[in-house]
């Protein structure tokens, strides 16, 4: 299992900030994303690839190749610009 933190507008489009997920079948962030995205239409345009969002895996910024492993976090988040 992973857990999935979603934060600011895709914690709001999606509705929840948190779920855990059973692996099975999905061995990267990028099976991760297919999975969340078939899940309905809220995740669908929240994660689309379209918009833009950024992934840590505990803690570390990652790619959609990066490998998932039971235990993993695993965080959607917009951009953060600062000043």
Not at 59 to 77: M, N, P
Request: proline share 4%; aromatic share 8%.
């Amino acid at each position: 299992m992973v857990t999935v933190l979603f934060f600011a507008s895709i914690r709001e489009a999606i509705g929840h900030d948190r779920e855990t997920i059973v692996l099975n079948d999905i061995e990267s962030v990028g099976d991760l994303l297919n999975f969340l995205r078939a899940k309905g239409e809220h995740y669908r345009d929240a994660l689309a690839p379209t918009m833009r969002w950024r992934v840590a895996v505990n803690l570390d910024v990652a790619e959609i190749t990066q490998k998932l492993k039971s235990g993993d976090e695993v965080a959607f988040f917009p951009p953060v610009t600062g000043g």
